[in-house]
């Protein structure tokens, strides 16, 4: 990945990276990362497209695995830290990854794994510093990463993106929202998706900033991080923003100033992933001072929609296209919307992913045949600024910022011996945007507690139904089709 390393090369001596109480320079990454590369290579002199997964927390560690992957010919496979085996799994198979990365805390879980698959396991701290091996020379329009996303399958799909995508989208948003060498950014987001690994990390570092990173999501670890004085950029989730605001209402007057203060000095305060309600947008205004800058994106594009840096940020709409990224609206007849009609979105640029992994089928059916990418949501223009209305289909779900699938939580639950059938929904919820709840049809004797349990050892906690309800039957159309809309009533 040319766009980061040479910031590296150029920055030195600056610091990178500080995670766990330690500071990094660019040097020291990039060394780091280039030792790495050269452990992975082994006797080979270029990885190839090989697929590389790695379960490695967010910090240093992280990045150097990153670039190391890149930098050796792989392909990023990053894995979450919080997914239960089963879903581990399911992405080392789809992927074929031979090479498995992990932080020593996933020795138990993966080790056995990893062996009887024959997958090469390197754990990251015991990796010895050899002699620097002369690098690949990549070529951008090379696979980069496969990052899975929940649709309208029921299993997730694995989004291939290039180093030339990826390039496209750094640019992008660095040059829209001017990051620079005196940026640095807190990250509190999982580096499995997009707005954490691309907007936060990749982004920042690519521009000379410092990103430093907290060991685990909490408030109170953010609240005092602001209050230092050095962080400048804030990126997250309409989630995280709710649980800042009722955090900083628990707050006593003196607390509450100092933070303010800190805030208001901030460069940039940025929201995205899911709808940001109005009135969080406004709290949050009046807690630190900002609007925030409301921007949409999606795995598969990267960032493709923001309001601006500059200029009036429209509560309750995701602005206009960003820079290198096509935008269109289109009816139900894949007609461009002239009239000020409501359409899908549907994208076209570099910034836009190659295919879904080992999935022709998939990935022809999301393009229409001129190129353009469906983005299966739906919006209107008004005075220049696109308003998202919602999405074409019932069974996708943002829940804390994290896009999940309602077959595939289906299909787990089916699984289940005392489960006959369930229908799984998304419900409005102020701090979660919706809430995964489920109504199931049920053998007698079904204890809920247990089944709940047991969901998350199958699934990761994010994608388990917060509440169930036990129904005699579903309700059904003339077709047999299960109503979703029907299901939501019932949980009102
Ligand atoms: C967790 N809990 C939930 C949910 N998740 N309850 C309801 N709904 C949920 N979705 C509950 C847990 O069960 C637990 O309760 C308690 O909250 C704490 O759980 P934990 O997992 O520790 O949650 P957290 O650490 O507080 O995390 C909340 C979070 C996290 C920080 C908001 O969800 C998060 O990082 N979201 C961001 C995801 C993200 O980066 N999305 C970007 C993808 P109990 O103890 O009772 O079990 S989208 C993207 O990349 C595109 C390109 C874009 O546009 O950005
Ligand atoms: P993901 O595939 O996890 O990257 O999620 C992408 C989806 O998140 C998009 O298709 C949208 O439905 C949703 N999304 C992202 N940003 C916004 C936003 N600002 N407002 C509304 N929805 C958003």
Known sequence: MHLITEAALNQSDKIAIIASGKSFSYKTLLQASQQFATHLLDVNNDLAGARIAFMVDPGFDYVKVQWGIWQAGAVAVPLCISHPLPSLQYVLEDTGATILVISPQYHDLLATYALEHSIRLIVVDRVPEPAIALMPNIDPQRNAMILYTSGTTNKPKGVVTTHANIAAQ???????????????????????????????????????????????????????????????????????????????????????????????????????????????????????????????????????????YEGLRKPGSIGMPLPGVSVRLVDEHMQPIINGEAGEIQIKGENVFKEYWNKPDATAKEFTPDGWFKTGDVAVVEEGYYRILGRSSVDIIKSGGYKLSALEIEEVLRTHAMVDDCAVVGIADDEWGELVVAAVVAKVGLD?????????????????????????????????????????TMFQ
């Not at 807190?186 to 000379?208: D, W």
């Not at 507690?449 to 917060?466: S, V």
């Open 170 to 308: 750094i640019k992008s948003i660095t040059s829209a929202w001017q990051y620079a060498p005196t940026d640095h950014t807190l990250c509190v987001l999982p580096l499995h998706h997009v707005h954490g690994i691309i907007n936060v990390v990749s982004a920042t570092l690519s521009m000379g900033g410092t990103v430093e990173f907290v060991d685990s999501f909490s408030v109170d670890d953010i609240f005092s991080r602001f209050m230092k004085g050095d962080i400048n950029v804030f990126m997250a989730v309409p989630t995280i923003y709710f649980k800042l605001i009722a955090a900083f209402e628990m707050l006593d007057v003196a607390d509450r100033q100092q933070l303010k203060n800190a805030m208001k000095k901030f460069r940039l305060m940025v929201c995205g992933s899911a709808a940001l309600p109005v009135s969080v947008m406004q709290q949050w205004q009046e807690v630190s001072g900002h609007v925030l800058l409301e921007r949409y994106g999606m795995t598969e594009i990267g960032m493709g929609i923001s309001n601006p």
């Open 448 to 488: 809920q507690h247990q089944l709940n349990q047991w969901m998350r050892t199958q699934m990761p906690t994010y994608k388990t139904p917060r509440k169930y309800l036990l129904v005699k039957e579903l309700p059904r159309n003339a077709m047999g089709k299960v109503v979703k809309n029907e299901v939501k």
